[in-house]
């Protein structure tokens, strides 16, 4: 497998030179499509890391000269940013590469490109160069920043590329293209140095990186400045922050994003519980605009389990982070990740997993069934759980935490929130939908103007997947 252990600067040379085939290939869009300038549309599968390099990405399209549209048959330029966490995001997005066929058949102009997670891997790109002769390039999470030069390249006709970057680096000067500007993704460090036994993420995003607090802080200027209400730090596991760098740690970087002047919010994903510290927790009790919010991955309730999945922490100590939460920060909002039926979970190891939803209260989880990722060791263990009794653990975990879930949300009726509002609602055009402290989304009556601003709404009424309430003054 391509494992990568650089953490070298990709150098502002090497940027300034994609930042030149971009206006190669600008230049070349004004001459061949003059007044109606080609469309660009980016899938994107996976999680909030994917979504901040998408916005990277689209940056560089704009660059290009490339405008965003709508439909993915409006467009001469595709790119799929992929993921590979569990089997079944490959088999989405191979499916939907598989379906872009026909649309090179009937555009020999397309440029079709693949990136991310799944394209991080040898075997990936190996069936990917045989099996989709109508893929342009493919490049790897390493290689963002190398996309305009892909593209100048599938334009020459020169021969189709596969980038597995050898250098990790982290290219800064990049342009973003958000479509929310009230809302904004801000990533400070890349990579994962954890390597739980069941995990792909730190074979195809390579080791932990962390930006310097000076680009952070700048980023973080230059959205507040442009509008940004609500800003997430992501990472992998943004409790490392800054061990790389010898820099200073999450809970300080936060604390100096919270002396920018102005009407923001934080939040940041995702923490891992073995570097969860008291220097965060207290700067969540402490700091106004930090969300009472706490996203802290269990995976498992079973010390064993835990031992297994190389995590690293047992189940008293992840309880007794709990507690400490709990104590230092009173009305915290608590989600976490689950995996049931990790090879050789036994049902009284799952009854933990269930018994520890119920001791900690969690307002949501995210759970799943363990999916066998080529390359890690999870995958070459013995006692691969069968597929019924996965399925039937999978749905007594959803139960049990679907009447935790609906206990939680009501906390909230009868409360006034200072929500940020999103959007239009997708099924009522009467209806806003927002978010305040609280993970769930909020429904409100009102209209479009509301949207980016901050209002406060009184909630009436709760259910498993949001709350309801009226705007009050
Ligand atoms: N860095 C984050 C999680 C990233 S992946 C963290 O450690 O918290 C998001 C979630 O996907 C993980 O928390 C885990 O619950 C799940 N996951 C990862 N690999 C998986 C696999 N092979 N099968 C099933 N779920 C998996
Ligand atoms: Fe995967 Fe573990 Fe890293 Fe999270 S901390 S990305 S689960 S290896
Ligand atoms: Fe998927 Fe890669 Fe994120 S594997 S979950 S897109 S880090």
Known sequence: MNCINSTEKITPE??????????????????????????FYIETFGCQQNEA????????????????????????????????????????????????????????????GI??????????????????????????????????SLVLGARNREKRRFILSDNFGIAEG???????????????????????????????????????????????????????????????????????????????????????????????MTSHPKDASDSLIAAMAEEEKIIPHFHLPVQSGSTRVLGAMNRR????????????LKAAVPDVSITSDIIVAFPGETEEEFSETL??????????????????????????????????????RYQRLLSLQDTITAERNARFEGRTLKVLCDDVSKTDSSMMTGRADTPRPIHFKGDSSMIGKFINVKITKSDLFSLMGEVVE
């Open 14 to 39: 090497a940027v300034a030179a994609e930042l030149s085939a971009c206006r190669a290939v600008k230049e070349d869009n004004l001459k061949r499509y003059k007044d109606d300038p080609p469309g």
């Open 174 to 268: 990049i342009p973003t293209y958000r479509k929310t500007p009230f809302k904004a993704w801000l990533s400070i460090m890349y990579g994962c140095n954890n390597f739980c036994s069941y995990c792909i993420v730190p074979y195809v995003r390579g080791r932990e990186r962390s930006r310097t607090p000076e680009d952070i802080l700048r980023e973080a200027r230059e959205l507040i400045e442009g509008g940004a209400r609500d800003i997430t730090l992501l990472g992998q596991n943004v409790n490392s922050y800054g061990k790389d760098i010898g820099e200073m740690d999450i809970a300080a970087l936060m604390r100096e994003i919270c002396k920018i002047d102005g009407d923001f919010r934080l939040r940041f």
């Open 115 to 148: 990136g991310g997670c799944m394209v991080s891997q040898d075997h990936r790109v190996e069936k990917i160069k045989r099996s989709n002769p109508y893929v342009s390039f493919t490049f790897d999470t390493g290689a963002i920043h190398r996309v305009p």
């Open 355 to 392: 018994s520890l939803l119920e001791e900690v209260r969690y307002d949501m989880i995210f759970s799943f069934i363990y999916s066998p990722r080529e390359g890690t060791p999870a995958a070459a263990m013995d006692c691969q759980i069968d597929r019924a009794v996965a399925n039937d």
């Open 313 to 324: 922490y047992t189940r008293e100590k992840y309880l007794s982070i709990i507690e400490k």
């Open 53 to 112: 390099d998408s916005e990277r990405l689209a940056g560089l399209c704009i660059l290009m000269g490339y405008v965003p549209v709508d439909s993915i048959k409006d467009a001469k330029l595709v790119l799929f940013n992929t993921c590979a966490i569990r089997e079944h995001a490959e088999k989405k997005a191979l499916s939907i590469i598989g379906e872009m066929k026909h649309q090179k058949a009937a555009d020999p102009e397309l440029i079709i």
